[in-house]
């Protein structure tokens, strides 16, 4: 026989386990930011954490002259942990008008063990123009 090895990692239930709501949208901290981007972001639902080490856990957009970038975290294994992360923009603001955004360029830097920065870069175009970072769990 052969040692077995198994690596286990912490889910959204068990992330959530020790809060008074559990929920995607749950925020028993009240720092406005519901329970699921807390855990896709690094965030801690228990105390406010809108910034981690100094860095804020939200997307940031940076203008930089005739471009702009938009950088999130990113867990490593998300796709182990059913996360899924979208970079959606719109025109108009109004609901249904989200696209999944196309940038010129986009690297991730690692930051840790389980966590990336993602930056996206646009040129600035003459329209405004509003972005996001759509973050879905699906675990089984």
Do not use: C, M
């Amino acid at each position: 026989s052969q040692p077995l090895a198994l690596e286990i990692i912490e889910s959204f239930r068990s992330f959530t386990s020790a809060l008074t709501d559990q929920s995607h949208t749950g925020d028993d901290d009240r720092d406005q930011i519901p329970n699921l981007l807390e855990y896709a972001f690094d965030g801690d639902p228990a105390t406010n954490s809108r910034f981690r080490e100094g860095l804020p856990i939200l997307p940031i957009l940076t203008p930089d002259g005739s471009s702009f970038t938009i950088q999130y975290l990113r867990r490593k294994d998300s796709l182990a942990r059913g996360l899924t992360y979208e970079l959606e923009s719109s025109s108009p603001l109004l609901d249904g008008s989200w696209t999944t955004a196309s940038p010129d360029s986009t690297a991730t830097n690692s930051l840790n063990a389980d966590f990336e920065r993602v930056t996206a870069t646009f040129s600035t175009s003459s329209s405004a123009q509003f972005f996001r970072v759509q973050v879905e769990l699906n675990e089984e």
